[in-house]
């Protein structure tokens, strides 16, 4: 076998020759590593750092027929740095070590070959470096590497260079998009710092006066390189002539190329300043196999020189001219050849390249399927929660919105929403809007509208957004804006209203039906069934003040809501909001914030809707409500039995929305042709559910049961209640109503609308 | 993808063969009381076994072959195995054998008491009922004995199989495996007193995935002498491919008889016969051998150094893998089984290894006081 002859001195096989403390450790461990055998040791010096060099026999682990030519006993060099700082450098010391597999080190020419095994960072390494884990290490990647298995099929192809710590952002379509007229390309240095040397580049198409305001600028240049087949980490170039180097390589003359840009950029405006930098953008289409299809583009971008002007000199395309100023060199092409040693005092700094972030990526940031994302949203409400639910989703993005809010933004709301101080006084919606495009131009808003949502009727945008929207998030916490848009809105949107309670304790979510079978008005009734029936939703609603649904507004000063609670719930409901509109399914939850961090969710079980129109009114309920009168009859039979109905009205659109069924009071009369209901504990029973409701769930009307097979129609008596009823109610404006259940959930309502009510 | 395993089990043999279709071959088993002592380097081959069953939840082997009744070939097996012969062998924690395979001397051998005489009541047992056996083999005695038995060798003969034939319950193309039989020869069970080495089962394996054929020289315990009948044999009937092999297990604890007739100061010369089998290892071929670590000093007994030499010289010269012993696998002190993958790349010695944390918590740790 020919093998490379380490220089260097001979050391001992003794444990304390060794400098390098890893050296020392490695030489304990090859005493007992299965697989290794030590041959000898040296100390060598190379580009003035010393190295101590184990030189092993490794077997690794080895099929009899192999993809790549690695041997059952392979002889290495490990070479470690006497301070440690750099991981061990592993020498393939056979000659004819197969030169053309992937993770091999960029060497120089005649060099053995080097593994390179790592592809974090030296500081990171440090942190779990042992010798057997580097000897596992060694031995995988041979056995891998044979087997053409360590670039595994579905892993990214390599790139071409080993990764730089500073970096440009370029355009998504840099390379594609054509020129856009009176603009140049230019990049702004965001950061450049000396100590440590740090380059944070951004590049735009400028208008060419704009990009001249700049203090200086990298004028870029774009090379295509032609596609290539991956494999062979090659190191950083250290000056333009390695890069030269390099590319030549891949069959590109850097110089020659340079120095035809640079003369096409100089009779042109703007002349390159003395301080203007030269930044190289190079596109590498890599290939899995020869002749295979191009699998990704690897970028790759140099800060080239101290300043353009420099390069421009050392490549031949300028001259200085007599009046100390520059001009395009034109003279014979032996003139023009640049000299190697021209090249290398030319310094080269490698920026990673990042493209701008596009929507599709920031959907694949956030494990979204994009599939899912492209939704016409309109928020309604662009308060505390509104807001954050909004941004949470849209940076994701997830749905293209439309932002509806007629409220100016006021120096109270900085301390719960994405805007601050700098927006105060101007209408939320268009500051959101100003505040968000600069920061998702992959995703803008479409459009802000500073409006009531309630004035859908004249607004034309407004009624136009609604109509077209796919959804529409109300967080306005406002019943008449959730009632009209389930109602009276002309939308095919299914709606979602999502709330906090006035603590800020619980979050609310509730989302339509996909067919719109349960409406939000459907949704609202059932919720407030489970806050009746719910015995731990006792306090869901306390801290209410008046009958304003959801209680404090953002207007309220008073309301006290910590931002990280509302955080906690935005974060929450935002989730649910794009995982439940996947969901045809209705859907009610709500969480609570615990004492001891923990949020508990409390799913609402929702009923199928059913309602009765009756004159001129129309009863909401549901088959939850009917089951539950059932039942309570069919435990008194063969008694009537009954009691009160609760709920409530809406005027505007005679609704009638029934919550829920009580029991017969104890003092109730139950008799086989007859019911009197009784009158104990009623009014606490009242008091408890306008407490737990906000005052808005109340006495509606009259329920009881009539005997087997006598049906659900009214009796001559009931007919006298239902009067009766309907006499009382008058003085609060509202019908009169009784409802009758019968056999086989068999049940009727009644209503009797007093003239004058 | 087929596994061989090798068992370090000291001076003695125990491999397995795991075809891809889950058939499971042990090859003698050699249980010693002193390896359930945590401080033994010998592994607990019984618990070991046990365990590689359940794993699968199994409670049986397919085939168990002995190749020979000497001790460090059948040690403990009374105590581990199901006999059907006998109802003290048939406790529910015994393991079951599917088809018992034994060198039709083994059934003949006289004078047998303690575990061999077990095994050959077991042996004899199986071909009077016609079932669950296969003898290698066929000499006159074995006629005799049928006869005196009320048997005919027409009744036998489909559970006889002679040296030269391939074992019919296996097939190539079907099973990935074929087993062609090199000895016994009849003539080495039919002197007066029965040469067990000499009568030892020897076996050729032929893998095949994929478009891949890899072969495994199964040898017992055979001396040089016997290797050099076969080779002789086997060319003289134009089969040299089933000489041909990628995986060889070493005969007789790498003993020096196993090669030539002389030790040698420090290589063993082997017979030219048995430097041709030696030739016959394919690139990538692997030596294994099942025994104490190679000494560095001369010893009487085996392993011989000398011996260990003649077989690492060969794994150089073919381009081979390794030379690797049972117990020095991957280290003296706590040895582990050798586990070989026969896959469409051929033979691969397994190296990645098992030590660390997977290893510790993959078995009970050690008594703590």
């Known amino acids: 076998m020919d093998v490379h002859f380490i220089e260097g001195q001979s050391l001992l096989l003794k444990e304390e020759v060794f400098t390098s403390k890893r050296a020392r450790a490695m030489f304990a461990a090859l005493q007992w590593y299965p697989y290794y055998r030590l041959l000898e040791a040296k100390s060598f010096i190379e580009s003035d750092i010393q190295y101590d060099a184990l030189l092993v026999e490794v077997s690794p682990e080895l099929p009899q027929s192999k993809k790549h030519d690695i041997r059952y006993r392979e002889p290495l060099a490990l070479c470690f740095d006497h301070e440690d700082r750099w991981p061990p450098r592993v020498q393939a010391l056979r000659r004819d070590f197969p030169p053309d597999v992937p993770h091999l080190n960029l060497v120089r020419a005649g060099a053995p070959r080097e593994l390179c095994l790592y592809n974090e960072p030296p500081d990171v390494v440090r942190l779990t470096w042992t010798p057997p884990e580097f000897l596992a290490r060694i031995a995988a990647w041979l056995a891998k590497t044979a087997m053409g298995t360590l670039h595994a099929a579905d892993q990214p192809l390599e790139p071409f260079l080993l990764l730089s710590a500073n970096e440009v952002i370029i355009p998504q379509d840099l390379f594609d998009a054509p020129k856009p007229d009176g603009k140049l390309l230019v990049g702004i240095p965001i950061v450049r710092d000396q100590q440590p040397l740090r380059y944070s580049v951004r590049l735009l198409w400028l208008p060419v006066k704009e990009a001249l305001q700049q203090t200086w600028i990298c004028f870029a240049f774009l090379l295509q390189m032609p596609p290539r087949v991956h494999g062979l980490i090659h190191e950083r170039p250290r000056h333009l002539q390695d890069l030269h180097d390099l590319l030549e390589r891949e069959g590109v003359v850097l110089s020659v190329w340079l120095r035809d840009r640079l003369r096409e950029l100089y009779p042109k405006h703007p002349k390159p300043r003395d301080r203007d930098l030269l930044l190289l953008v190079v596109e590498i289409p890599q290939q899995r196999e020869a002749g295979g299809s191009v699998e990704w583009l690897e970028r790759w971008a140099f800060i080239v020189g101290n300043s353009l002007i420099q390069v421009a000199l050392a490549v031949s395309a300028y001259e200085k001219s007599p009046e100390g100023g520059y001009a395009p060199l034109i003279g014979s092409s032996i003139d023009l050849n640049p000299k190697a040693s021209a090249l290398t005092v030319i310094p080269i700094e490698p920026l990673r390249v990042m493209s701008d972030l596009i929507r599709r990526d920031a959907n694949q940031f956030s494990g979204i399927a994009t599939g899912t994302s492209q939704r016409s949203c309109v928020l309604i409400g662009a308060g505390a929660l509104g807001s954050q639910i909004y941004l949470a989703l849209a940076r994701m993005g997830w749905g293209d919105w439309t932002l509806v809010d007629s409220d100016t933004f006021l120096p109270h709301n900085t301390v719960r929403h994405i805007l601050g101080d700098n927006c105060v006084g101007f209408y939320k919606v268009r500051a959101l809007q100003w505040t968000v495009e600069p920061q998702l131009p992959y995703n803008r808003p479409r459009e802000a509208i500073p409006a009531d949502a309630m004035g859908f009727t004249r607004n034309q945008l407004l009624a136009q957004a609604l109509k077209d929207a796919d959804l529409i998030v109300d967080t306005s916490t406002s019943l008449a804006v959730a009632r009209a848009l389930a109602l009276d809105v002309d939308t095919k949107a299914r709606l979602v209203s999502a709330f906090l309670t006035p603590t800020g304790k619980d979050g609310v979510v509730m989302i339509e039906s996909a067919d719109r079978r349960y409406r939000l008005d459907v949704l609202e009734q059932q919720y407030y069934r489970a806050i009746v029936r719910d015995e731990r939703l006792g306090d869901h609603l306390r801290g209410h003040v008046g009958k304003i649904r959801y209680g404090g507004s953002c207007r309220d000063v008073a309301t006290v809501i910590s931002q990280d609670d509302v955080l906690v719930h935005a974060g929450i409901l935002a989730k649910q909001i794009r995982l439940g509109v996947e969901q045809d399914e209705p859907q009610a939850t709500l969480w609570r914030l615990c004492e001891n961090g923990s949020v508990e969710r409390v799913p609402i079980i929702l009923s199928p809707p059913r309602s009765h129109e009756r004159g001129s009114w129309r009863v909401v309920y549901d088959d939850a409500l009917v089951e539950r009168c059932c039942e309570l009859r069919s435990r008194k039979l063969p008694k009537e039995t009954g009691g009160i109905l609760v709920g409530y009205f809406d005027a505007q659109r005679k609704n009638i929305y029934l919550v829920d069924a009580l029991p017969a009071p104890p003092d109730s009369q139950e008799h086989t042709t007859a019911f009197i209901r009784g009158v104990k504990g009623l009014r606490a029973s009242l008091d408890s559910i306008g407490e737990k409701t906000a005052r808005i769930v109340h006495y509606v009307g009259e329920w009881h049961s009539h005997p087997p097979g006598v049906g659900v129609e009214m009796s001559s008596l009931d007919r006298t209640l239902l009067r009766d009823i309907g006499e009382e109610m008058r003085f609060e404006g509202w019908p009169g109503v009784i409802f009758i259940a019968g056999d086989a959930e068999q049940c009727a309502i009644y209503l009797e609308t007093p003239p004058g009510a | ?369």
């Open chain 2, 1 to 369: 993808m087929h596994k061989v395993k090798f068992y370090p089990v000291g001076n003695g043999d125990c491999s397995q063969i795991i075809l891809e279709n889950g058939k499971r071959l042990l090859f003698d088993y050699c249980h010693r009381g002193v390896s359930e002592d945590h401080d033994d380097p010998r592994i607990d081959l019984a618990t070991a076994l046990r365990q590689e069953l359940a794993e699968v939840e199994r409670d049986a082997f397919d085939i168990v072959g002995f190749t020979h009744l000497d001790d460090d070939h059948i040690c403990g097996s009374t105590e581990f195995f199901y006999f059907e012969h006998a109802a003290k062998y048939q406790s529910d924690d015994r393991i079951k054998i599917g088809e018992l395979w034994v060198p039709a001397a083994i059934l003949m051998e006289k004078g047998l008491t303690g575990e061999k005489e077990v095994l050959r009541q077991e042996a004899r047992y199986r071909l009077k009922n016609g079932r669950g056996i296969r003898v290698f083999s066929k000499p006159e005695k074995l006629t005799e004995w049928l006869e005196s038995e009320g048997l005919t060798l027409e009744s036998r003969r489909h559970l006889i199989t002679d040296a030269g034939q391939l074992v019919p319950d296996f097939e190539k193309q079907r099973d990935g495996v074929e087993f062609f039989v090199h000895s016994p020869f009849s003539k080495h069970c039919d002197g007066d007193t029965v040469q067990r080495n000499e009568a030892a089962l020897i076996l050729h394996a032929t893998f095949l995935v994929g478009l891949t054929e890899t072969r495994y020289l199964m040898i017992g315990d055979s001396e040089w002498e016997v290797l050099v009948d076969i080779v002789n044999i086997t060319r003289s009937k134009k089969r040299d491919d089933r000489l041909k092999w990628d995986i060889y297990n070493v005969p007789h604890h790498c003993s020096y008889l196993a090669l030539g007739p002389e030790k040698g100061k420090d290589k063993t010369q082997p017979a030219n016969e048995v430097q041709w089998l030696l030739d016959q290892g394919q690139r990538g071929c692997i030596l294994i051998s099942s025994s104490d670590p190679i000494p560095t000093e001369d010893t009487d007994l085996p392993p011989h150094r000398q011996a260990a030499q003649t077989y690492r010289d060969t794994i150089r010269k073919n381009d081979g893998d390794r030379f690797e012993v049972t117990m020095e696998h991957p280290n003296t002190k706590r040895p582990k089984p050798i586990v070989i993958e026969i896959g469409a790349y051929g033979a691969k010695l397994i190296k990645t290894a098992s030590g660390g944390s997977i290893a510790i918590t993959s078995k009970p740790s050690p008594r703590a006081g």
